[in-house]
């Protein structure tokens, strides 16, 4: 009897660190200082996956200063494609490739943009490949960025 409680103690302790391993990324990462990242994915008229993710962040070329960050993936399956990239803050580019070629892993941009409080951001990707005419879209919108992100921003 006493083993089979020590079994089952010993058991529920196990689970215990396991779930507290398991759960204790998920919760620094949405515990972020300056909110959570939001992602979306999709695919392209003639088929091909991106993603897209963005975030706010203070630790830009101006420590203290906020920004917004795009991450944008395209999985090509091949390199050697010819790719125009363009990424948008609001309408407003601040990224443009207009020859981007991908390597076997496909193509990855990640880019910031200055932000300013309490603003929401329409973060946009597009992206047109030059040998098919393909064509990607996607966007994502981040509420305004938390008062405590970016303190030394308007």
């Known amino acids: 009897m006493r083993r089979a409680i020590a079994a089952t103690v010993l058991s529920a302790a196990a689970a215990a660190v396991i779930a507290g391993v398991v759960t204790a990324p998920a919760a620094q ?3 972020r200082r300056c909110g959570p990242a939001v992602s979306t994915a999709g ?7 991106w993603t897209l993710k ?15 960050g795009e991450e944008f993936q395209i999985n090509t399956q091949g390199a050697g494609q010819h790719w125009t990239v363009t990424f948008a803050d609001n309408g407003t580019v601040f990224f443009s490739n207009p020859d981007d070629v991908s390597t076997v892993g496909g ?3 990640v880019h910031m943009n200055p932000a300013v409080h309490h603003t929401p951001q329409h ?24 008062d405590r992100c970016g303190p030394l921003s308007p």
Request: glycine share 14%; charged share 20%.
């Open 29 to 31: 990462a949405s515990g």
């Open 43 to 49: 695919t392209g008229t003639l088929g091909t996956t």
């Open 54 to 68: 963005s975030a706010y962040d203070d630790d830009g070329p101006v420590p203290g200063k906020l920004v917004v």
């Open 107 to 109: 193509i990855r941009e």
């Open 123 to 146: 973060m946009t990707a597009h992206a047109v490949r030059h040998e098919t005419g393909e064509v990607i879209d996607g966007a994502v919108d981040l509420p305004p960025a938390p």
